[in-house]
């Protein structure tokens, strides 16, 4: 756009250009990095930022300088015409990267934009300037306009993203983007273990970066911790950009952190370079983030920068720093303000006269608000097109493609679930070098000195038995203790094209990975109106019926789960389904939560032969596992076998069960459904889930709403007990369904 290409020249105009250039029609080129020769990095213990300075270095030429005030100011006209804009009501939120724009600028300058990967956070407008985001486009995410490149108005302002320049769609938990950073760094990481990926994934460079940033607020966070441990463990090329402004929205910095500087607490970190900056010096911020970037470059380790800046506005137009900020704070803080002191720092050093600089600002202040209006004027996201995103529209897991079923020829010895599972992950391995298996425990053995002296663990269950011996520790091993990391860490390698089939030890488990789940893997293709994606498999042991399973090893939620939009989920009740459905998911392009139930692992009753190596079921497609006239069970996992003996009872008593087998929670077949219900007239919804708030509700709301003429009695339900699971048999038993309760349900419904 015409004003764009006015900053953007703008941004690289030289110092020796007295006057600015008239904008050219055709687009600019994004701004490449200063091409400055750094200087060999020092050792890794951090510098303060309130030391004093060395002797006077070398300025940068006045190209780079003057392309570093260009990007400052802009990045403060934009926050300012933003805010304008929110007081007249023509836009709904606005968030500054106010104070933190020098240390920006100067990690935009060291960086390669389309290059190195970038996870900013929503302060990090002048990164994004820097990289080659126009003022258009940043303001065209503030209206909330069809066009822009970081949400397509799916997201508030300042939750960056673009795709040609490797930024990576950011979200508004903070610190989430943490594990996908690393995750991002790993997916290259392993390229160079394994070669043949080098060509799969998406920009492969052998001297990539990545970048990740943060307030001081999100290194209370676990994932925080838990992306640095990874990071420095596996000497991955992440930058840490801590942008410490001294608050937490109205939270200090010493109420945070113990100690109140989290640099002082990361030391300890192998292979971590840390390094303390005035993050309001230009100067100072380039130097640090020069010596950090090459560092990583030369794939000695992570490195953090902890750069001291300052907040001159409040948190967001939200909140009023006012009510806890005293004015002799906030007027110190005014006195670091970084562009109008590198203002004065340009002039005093004879960089450029007042007149110059006064036309810079006067030019780039005439081009925001041409882009503002621009992006004012642009079209709004159609209302129909909401939809559009949840899930991949390229690959369909629910269509006849995926349907192998019907020419189905088996072959070998019966083998349990465990060993069908087993079987499709080695086939899909062999098929596709992308696929990277890990997690807790599920690596045959992490030295791999030892492997030829033991047998191996394989995972808990032993479902990645021998995974490891087949196609090596750089595609399967094992994770810390950590479930966040687990699916952060996949997130971020999926972006980048990789396919993860990732595992979470017990169901039980899986909550401290929620945010990762519901708030990123969930959400990442819909919120980027399908810029990235990240088709991540989640494999679950779930479930209870095995005694001594307790509290803590038998849960069942899969409601909670199936409400998410966005995310697959999978419930196979016997072998040969598990091996079919787990082929779809691994080949789909979607996220898929695959529930593998444990009692069900190594059933005699669910065993089958194997099929062939292209087997596949497709979601959504029901089965019925027994015909019938008289009632309907509509049920999955554990409550299909115990249907089957219920069926077999009523039988007896001259009742004629239909059970239909879901397979596949979200999405569910619900033309299977339709046709049972209309042919019998009753209908039981059975799973061990909790009744209340549970998955069959849904199933019962609907087929009362959409099927009631069809009806002959009231829609019944079995489920689990609303509490926990016991660790005490008769207990266990006394909570969740058994044979008797259907068979009593069958019996009552039929006689109604």
């Known amino acids: 756009m015409k004003n764009d290409t006015k900053v953007l020249k703008l941004v690289r105009k030289s110092a020796e250009e007295a006057t600015v250039e008239a904008p050219q029609k055709t687009a600019a080129p994004s701004p490449q990095p200063v091409a400055v020769p750094m200087p060999a990095p020092q050792n890794a213990s951090p510098q303060s930022a309130s030391a004093p300075k060395p002797a006077k270095q070398k300025l940068p030429d006045r190209k780079i ?35 933190h724009e020098a240390v920006l600028v100067a990690a935009g300058a060291v960086l390669k934009p389309g290059y190195d990967w970038f996870y900013p956070y929503y302060r990090d407008r002048a990164l994004c300037l820097q990289l080659g985001m126009t003022p258009t486009e940043q303001l065209l995410s503030a209206v ?3 066009d822009d490149p970081n949400s397509h108005g799916r997201q508030m302002p300042s939750h960056w993203g673009h795709k040609k320049l490797n930024i990576v769609s950011q979200s508004s938990p903070t610190g989430t983007q943490l594990l996908q950073a690393v995750g991002c760094a790993e997916a290259a990481y392993r390229a160079q273990l394994v070669p043949e990926l080098q060509k799969l994934i998406k920009n492969f460079h052998r001297d990539e970066v990545v970048y990740v940033s943060l307030g001081e607020g999100t290194s209370s966070e676990g994932e925080f911790w838990e992306a640095l441990n990874t990071a420095s463990n596996l000497k991955l090329p992440v930058v840490f950009l801590l942008e410490d402004n001294g608050y937490a929205i109205s939270v200090p910095v010493e109420v945070q952190t113990a100690g109140g500087d989290v640099s002082k607490l990361v030391e300890g970190f192998p292979s971590l370079y840390v390094q303390r900056c005035d993050g309001t ?29 300052i907040r001159p506005y409040s948190h967001s137009l ?19 303000d970084p562009v109008k002191r590198f203002g004065t720092f340009l002039i005093e050093e004879g960089v450029i006269d007042q007149d110059g600089l006064q036309q810079i600002k006067d030019e780039i202040d005439r081009s925001v608000t041409e882009a503002a209006d621009i992006a004012l004027a642009s079209s709004q996201p159609a209302p129909e097109t909401v939809t559009r995103y949840v899930f991949s529209e390229d690959v369909d897991p629910t269509s006849k493609e995926f349907d192998t079923e019907d020419e189905l020829e088996l072959s070998g010895n019966a083998g349990t679930m465990v060993d069908l599972i087993n079987r499709c992950l080695h086939t899909e391995m062999a ?27 394989g995972g808990v269950f032993k479902v990645t038995a021998n995974l490891q011996r087949k196609f090596g520790s750089e595609r399967v091993y094992n994770s810390p203790l950590a479930e966040a990391n687990i699916v952060g860490r996949a997130i971020g390698m999926a972006t980048r094209g990789l396919k993860p089939v990732v595992e979470i030890q017990f169901f039980d488990y899986i909550w401290p990975a929620m945010h990762q789940i519901r708030n990123e893997l969930a959400l990442l293709r819909w919120r980027s109106a399908n810029d990235w994606k990240a088709p ?62 444990k009692h069900l692992y190594r059933q005699a009753y669910n065993k089958s032969q194997y099929p062939p190596d292209d087997f596949m079921i497709p979601f959504g497609k029901a089965k019925v596992v027994r015909e019938g006239t008289d009632l309907s069970i509509i049920t999955y996992g554990a409550l299909v076998q115990r249907s089957l003996v219920a069926a077999k009872q009523a039988e007896q008593e001259g009742i004629r069960v239909e059970i239909i087998d879901l397979r596949s929670l979200s999405p569910y077949d619900w033309n ?55 660790y005490a048999p008769q207990l266990e038993d006394a909570i ?3 044979v008797a309760d259907v068979a009593k349900a069958i019996s009552e419904l039929h006689a109604y």
């Open 65 to 99: 300088l003057l392309q570093m005030y260009r990007s400052m100011y802009l990045s403060r006209r934009i926050d300012d015409k933003e805010i304008q804009l929110k007081a007249q009501n023509k836009i709904y939120f606005q968030i500054s990267g106010a104070g």
């Open 144 to 146: 909330g306009a069809e």
């Open 281 to 309: 010096d230009p100067i100072e911020a380039l130097e640090t983030m020069r010596r950090a970037v090459q560092y990583c470059r030369e794939r000695k380790g992570p490195a953090f920068v902890h750069a001291k800046v």
């Open 318 to 336: 939200s909140d009023d720093e006012k009510l806890y900020r005293p004015d002799e704070e906030r007027a110190s803080d005014a006195e670091r």
């Open 431 to 457: 098929r596709d070098p992308r696929i990277v298996v890990f997690g807790e425990d599920v690596a045959d053995c992490s030295r791999d000195r030892y492997l030829e002296t033991v047998k191996g663990k």
């Open 536 to 597: 991540v498999v989640i494999r679950v042991p779930i479930g209870g019926y095995l005694k001594g399973g307790a509290i803590y090893h038998s849960q069942s939620g899969v409601s909670t789960f199936t409400q998410i939009p966005g995310l697959r989920v999978v419930y196979p009740s016997n072998a040969l389904d598990a091996n079919g459905l787990l082929r779809t998911a691994i080949r789909a392009d979607d996220p898929v939560l695959f529930l593998e139930h």
């Open 672 to 726: 299977a459904i339709a046709e049972s219900v209309k042919k019998t007239g009753r209908v039981i919804v059975a799973h061990e889930d909790s009744q209340s708030f549970g998955y069959g509700a849904e199933l019962a709301a609907r087929i009362a709403n959409e099927l009631f003429e069809y009806l002959d009695a009231p829609v019944r339900r079995v489920c689990a007990l609303d509490t926990f699971v016991a």
């Open 736 to 738: 969740l369904p058994q």
